[in-house]
């Protein structure tokens, strides 16, 4: 996979060919058992539709509805019929048509958000309608795996009536479910992850967090519906959730490891016995596959108003078999709608046009991308993901909560995080949005949009993870500025030495304005009370830099601050000597 990556092939075609490679066909280091490989890896693509769905509110989804509905349906139904009608005029049955028709539309969601992802394209417009497609897609899983054993059934009557109960039955079956898992997602998961938060144990969020969707795509898998799909909507649920980017930190591991699993349990999984067999049929259906796709994704990204080097790349990502064709196709040979050969070789095609996918994205990037560069649309910052805020504020404090105010008063977002439940619980009665974590790890800043951020400010309690936090976020995301909260001179050093590009002592701002107020009130003016005060902060701060460079150094340390302390005095008499000239002057000048 680094060898792909490295020679511009993408991380998902690498894991294809290292399928291939060890599939049995080649090395034959996995044999027989790669489909039951390929049943686990396919956790991956739930996993990753879990964070799709944490980085979708409710709202945002519909405010995507014309898209998702109006783009993305009439591309399956389009793309099905298209599809269907070719397959019925080379001889199948209409049912099997049908199917093939249906499960053709589909696109690959791993590999396309994959790749939208690794090329930053997410926020093109060409990548929002490819989401929002994709999204239609997954959604039109549920109806397909519905309706194919209608399509099994014959003609008799009583059959259908049966059928027809059954299927009522099924569709109750699968709304109650539905329906109550909104309800657990909004009433029972908030107060389960706040006692776990309060325990302060990281493994037992994990293992929650994994439960959590290994629970929801069991459920579903139970009623007949795709696993997939269901671990998706429990993502949309718990987008609103202040768990949300811990949740995800959490699951994102899992989901890269198991996803680059299932890219290669596909590669391993081709039958190239088949593809020897009958090398031209399959790569004249392979053709066909894309030739139908590409047009439709064309005229659709025309009539929805896509520009023509957006309506391109909209048309390369999509043109490609999706991996929920490994089930349905499965399902429809259970169901006697396909024979297991037609069922296997439609497996077969999906798969290769997987594989080549990465190339008709390097293939665009080379030769079609350069030639529209000055057309391309630019991200517009709408409703394809929920768009991370500059600003993001670690540590919901008394310090950190002043800070946020002052930024979200003067317009500016900001991403709030804190690992203290009992915290969050307190903000969330006062409409703050604040999200649980431990902001010192890498994946969860990640999830929470720092590698997007302008600046992140710590002002967590903890000294050790604050300094831990700046030296993290400076290895990882070298773009992002960062200020910190410092409690002392001893810990402001500390953070000096992380590299924060500011340091700010907790209590030094209070105390330089109760100081100022302390002159008043001893009988100095305000303007000479606010001058002394800025003559003490300007030479406390420059002598905060130059004790830095002695700071461990106990000896120089101490005459260090003998020095600032007399020069500090000598500064303020100079002060008070030049304001005594000054008087002595205006009243020794002649009046006019």
């Excluded at 090329?119 to 417009?125: A, D, E, L, P």
């Excluded at 995080?417 to 969330?428: N, R």
């Excluded at 590009?501 to 009130?521: C, I, K, N, W």
Aim: charged share 15%.
């Amino acid at each position: 996979m680094p060898l792909a990556k490295r020679l511009g092939l993408g991380s998902a075609l690498g894991y294809l060919l290292a399928g291939v490679a060890i599939g049995p066909f080649v090395l034959g280091l996995v044999g027989e058992e790669g489909e039951d490989v390929l049943h686990f890896a396919e956790f991956g693509v739930v996993m990753m539709l879990f964070i799709v769905g944490l980085e979708l509110k409710p709202a945002l989804l519909w405010r995507m509805r014309v898209s998702i509905l109006g783009l993305g349906g009439a591309q399956v139904l389009l793309t099905a019929s298209a599809i269907g009608l070719l397959a019925w005029y080379f001889g199948l049955t209409w049912q099997a048509a049908l199917a093939i028709g249906l499960t053709l539309s589909l696109s690959s969601t791993a590999m396309v958000l994959q790749t939208l992802d690794e090329k930053g394209w997410m926020k093109t417009q060409a990548g929002k309608a490819g989401f929002s497609v994709l999204l239609a897609q997954d959604i039109a899983v549920i109806p397909m795996l519905a309706l194919l054993p209608f399509l099994a059934m014959s003609g008799d009557a009583s059959v259908a009536a049966d059928g027809s109960g059954a299927g009522w039955g099924e569709a109750l079956l699968t709304v109650g479910v539905i329906a109550g898992m909104i309800l657990a997602g909004h009433f029972l998961t908030k107060p389960l992850f706040r006692w776990i938060a309060g325990s302060h144990s990281s493994e037992v969020f994990v293992a929650t967090a994994l439960a959590l969707v290994i629970g929801a795509s069991l459920l579903m898998s139970l009623i007949g519906l795709s696993p997939a799909l269901g671990t998706f909507l429990a993502g949309v649920v718990l987008a609103d959730s202040e768990y949300r980017h811990e949740l995800e930190a959490n699951i994102e591991p899992f989901k890269g490891l198991l996803l680059g699993l299932f890219f290669i349990s596909v590669g391993a999984s081709i039958d190239f016995s088949l593809v020897m067999q009958s090398p031209l049929l399959i790569a004249a259906l392979v053709s066909l596959l894309i030739a139908v796709k590409f047009p439709v994704l064309l005229l659709l990204g025309r009539i929805f108003g896509l520009k023509l080097a957006d309506n391109l790349m909209f048309a390369f990502i999509l043109a490609q078999g999706g991996e929920f064709a490994f089930l349905l196709f499965s399902f429809a040979t259970q169901t006697l709608v396909l024979t297991a050969d037609l069922a296997n070789l439609m497996i077969v095609v999906v798969a290769l046009s997987m594989i080549i996918t990465p190339l008709m994205i390097i293939f665009y990037e080379r030769y079609v991308q350069p030639r529209y560069v000055d057309c391309v649309a630019p991200p517009d910052g709408s409703e394809v993901q929920d768009l991370k805020s500059p600003v993001i504020v670690a540590g919901f404090g008394r310090f950190g909560q002043v800070v946020s105010r002052l930024l979200k008063a003067d317009g500016y977002p900001t991403t709030l995080l804190d690992h203290d439940a009992s915290q969050i619980e307190l903000s969330g009665r006062f409409g703050n949005k604040v999200f649980y974590g431990d902001a010192s790890r890498v994946d969860l800043l990640r999830a929470a949009g720092a590698d997007k951020a302008r600046l992140l400010i710590v002002a967590i309690d903890d000294r050790e993870k604050s300094v831990e936090l700046v030296e993290t976020a400076r290895i990882n995301f070298p773009n992002l500025k960062v200020l910190a909260r410092a409690y002392d001179r001893p810990h402001a050093y500390q953070l000096m030495a992380a590299k924060a590009d500011g340091v700010t002592r907790e209590t030094y701002g209070s105390a330089l304005l109760m100081g100022e107020q302390a002159l008043e009130l001893l009988g100095n003016d305000a303007a000479r009370a606010h001058r002394v005060m800025d003559l003490f902060r300007e030479h406390d701060e420059a002598g905060l830099q130059k004790m830095f460079q002695v700071w461990g150094d106990d000896h120089a340390y101490g005459l260090l601050v003998s020095e600032q302390l007399a020069e500090l005095e000598k500064v303020l008499q100079d002060d008070i000597d030049d304001a005594v000239e000054a008087v002595e002057d205006s009243v020794s000048s002649p009046t006019s």
